[in-house]
């Protein structure tokens, strides 16, 4: 399950919840949910989802990404492009 951490975020300054707040609530530490919430840890357990969601009175579905937002993430991922320029000596 990913998490979609903008989302996350968008909630919790939408209903004008400080960080510090939110994370002692549900019993994380402050510097964790900056992870989530800048997407350095993508996958959290089904359990602080449903903390969060709690917590922000939503859906867990509401915190996760959908099928399609998970595709694009992960192609954007593996999309590399590589430029190489030949020079001969002369």
């Known amino acids: 399950m990913?998490?979609?951490?903008?989302?996350?975020?968008?909630?919790?300054?939408?209903r004008e919840i400080k960080q510090l707040e939110?994370?002692?609530?549900?019993?994380?530490?402050?510097?964790?949910?900056s992870k989530y919430e800048n997407g350095k840890v993508p996958n959290p357990s089904a359990a602080i989802v449903k903390a969060m969601a709690n917590y922000l009175k939503c859906d867990m579905e509401d915190l996760l990404l959908t099928k399609e937002e998970n595709s694009k993430t992960i192609s954007n991922r593996i999309d590399v492009h590589v430029y190489f320029h030949w020079e001969e000596n002369k």
């Open 2 to 14: 990913r998490l979609n951490y903008r989302r996350l975020k968008y909630l919790r300054k939408e």
């Open 22 to 33: 939110m994370a002692r609530s549900i019993g994380l530490e402050q510097s964790l949910l």
